[in-house]
């Protein structure tokens, strides 16, 4: 109402400068977030109060974080979803802070969640689609397969978002893939810019990118 604070709370930081993406859902009654050392923490909207802590990065390694990279949080109402650049894509229970489930999967871009599955591209192009109950691995494709091995070592996804029966995934090579999301086939690969792109945002049918300062409209 008037902008004083009403509460504060501080988590372990990183003893180094971290690139790790910082996220925060409202859900519950909940703020649900993440900081630089991998912990995820959620806390009463009233009070600030700790409900629960799980650390997600083993105690030993914490001065080491300045290299983790975690993917934005995501919620279906029950569960909380997450992967980083370690190998690791979580299911966590909001209630309780309980792990449902850790696949082994490399990605630092937000997954998407669609019905009972997990969708997300990991770090080296490959196409995951995840059962989210138990965290099974339905299907892998590789989006970058029609590369060549040297032009793809030093590519990264950027991001991507579903709309219909597409993925559209940006890339740091200034293309985008569009990928049938029932068979997992490329459709279309387009050249949008010569420098590195934003991830895709999709509004009133269509398709907007940010390269360079200018804004970019696909219908």
Not at 101 to 118: H, R, Y
Request: aromatic share 10%.
């Amino acid at each position: 109402n008037d902008g004083s604070e009403c509460w504060k709370l501080e988590t372990e930081g990183s003893v180094t400068i971290s690139g790790s993406k910082h996220s925060i859902i409202i859900i519950n009654n909940l703020a649900i977030f993440n900081n630089s050392v991998g912990d995820i923490t959620a806390v009463e909207l009233s009070s600030g109060t700790i409900v629960w802590q799980v650390p997600t990065q083993s105690s030993s390694i914490t001065n080491n974080t300045y290299d983790l990279k975690n993917s934005k949080l995501v919620s279906d109402g029950n569960s909380i979803y997450f992967s980083n650049n370690k190998n690791e894509f979580y299911s966590i229970n909001i209630k309780t802070g309980s792990i449902n489930w850790i696949n082994n999967l490399n990605s630092n871009l937000t997954p998407i969640l669609v019905g009972n599955f997990i969708f997300t591209v990991s770090d080296q192009g490959f196409l995951f689609v995840i059962e989210k109950k138990q965290g099974n691995i339905l299907r892998i494709n590789d989006l970058y397969k029609d590369y060549k091995i040297k032009k793809r070592k030093n590519m990264k996804p950027i991001g991507f978002i579903i709309g219909q029966d597409k993925l559209y995934l940006s890339n740091s090579d200034g293309k985008i893939i569009v990928v049938n999301l029932i068979s997992g086939k490329i459709k279309k690969i387009e050249k949008a810019s010569r420098e590195k792109l934003s991830e895709p945002f999709i509004h009133n049918d269509s398709l907007f990118l940010i390269k360079n300062g200018s804004i970019i409209q696909y219908n």
